[in-house]
């Protein structure tokens, strides 16, 4: 078992060695700090969508010093749960969305951004059978409706600690607006 164990890293060393002797003499090294500020956004969002959404964002931006103007984001919102009935049926519904994608920043304070959203739209039905049994409760009977769509917009990062961004949705066809702190 030792003489595997000192294969593999003979082998480890061999190919970490050729893998260093093979890099570009012209890399450059992140030891310069990049010229934008670094943060992290904490947002929360309100679209102005056929059922209302609100949701959270955190948004890291510039943490890789290769790549000092490029920045993603991670969000999620969900609308408040309507309920509604329909020739006594029992409906409710509620729409629930995940987004991600990367900023660039053109100067300092100011970034576009896209990314792709993933919105269910869900509906639940309440079956119009009452099981024969004491204490029963009708069942109810979920759809959901998948939509994917692409965002885009502009964020700005105020020199204070506020940041706020506005952008279209197509997911939910309307706009959007973030408000938050860095």
């Known amino acids: 078992m030792k003489f595997v164990t000192a294969i593999v890293v003979i082998i480890g060393a061999t190919l970490s060695t050729s893998a260093m002797a093979n890099m570009p003499t012209n890399m450059q090294t992140s030891t310069t700090k990049p010229d934008k500020p670094m943060f992290i956004a904490l947002m929360a969002d309100y679209y102005a969508a056929e059922q209302k959404m609100y949701g959270l964002t955190i948004a890291p931006h510039h943490y890789d010093w290769d790549y000092p103007n490029w920045g993603y984001y991670l969000g999620y919102a969900q609308s408040k749960q309507n309920k509604w009935q329909d020739d006594g049926v029992n409906f409710k519904r509620q729409d629930r969305m995940w987004r991600f994608g990367l ?80």
């Open 103 to 182: 900023s660039y920043s053109i100067t300092a304070g100011l970034s576009v951004y896209g990314g792709a959203a993933y919105l269910q739209d869900i509906t639940q039905e309440q079956s119009q059978i009452m099981p024969m049994m004491e204490g029963a409760e009708p069942q109810w009977f979920k759809s959901t409706d998948v939509k994917w769509g692409a965002e885009t917009g502009l964020k700005y990062a105020f020199s204070q600690g506020w940041v706020i961004a506005l952008g279209y949705n197509s997911a939910t066809e309307s706009t959007l607006l973030s408000i938050g702190i860095h």
